[in-house]
C-alpha cells in the first residue's frame, strides 16, 4: 500500500513539474525576438513619369508602394531583403 501511495505522489509531482515545463516553454517563445537578417543594399526601381507617392508600408514579407499618376494609381511590391521588384499591380479606373 505504501508503494502505491509513493507511486501516485510520484506521478502527480511528474505531471506539476510537466505542466510547469510547458508553461514555461510557451512563455519563452511568445517573447522571443525574431532574427533580423544583417546586411544593406542599394536598389533603384522606375517610378511612373509625373507619378505621386501616395503611401509606403510595410508587411510582413513585402514593402507596398503606391503612386497615383496621370495613367491611373500604380502599386509596386518589393521584396524588402534584396530590394528587387516583386510585383506590380495596375489600378485603372
Given at each position: 500500500m505504501t508503494g502505491l501511495k509513493t507511486l501516485v505522489?510520484?506521478?502527480?509531482?511528474?505531471i506539476v513539474?510537466?505542466?510547469a515545463l510547458v508553461g514555461y516553454g510557451l512563455?519563452?517563445?511568445r517573447h522571443a525576438p525574431?532574427?533580423?537578417a544583417?546586411?544593406?543594399?542599394?536598389?533603384?526601381?522606375q517610378i511612373p513619369h509625373g507619378a505621386k507617392l501616395i503611401s509606403v508600408n510595410a508587411t510582413a514579407d513585402r514593402v507596398v508602394v503606391h503612386f497615383s499618376?496621370?495613367?491611373g494609381d500604380k502599386i509596386l511590391l518589393l521584396d524588402p531583403h534584396n530590394?528587387?521588384?516583386a510585383g506590380?499591380?495596375?489600378?485603372v479606373p
Open positions: 505522489i510520484s506521478m502527480g509531482i511528474l513539474i510537466g505542466i512563455t519563452r517563445t525574431e532574427a533580423v544583417a546586411g544593406s543594399f542599394t536598389s533603384e526601381v499618376g496621370t495613367d530590394g528587387q521588384l506590380t499591380v495596375n489600378l
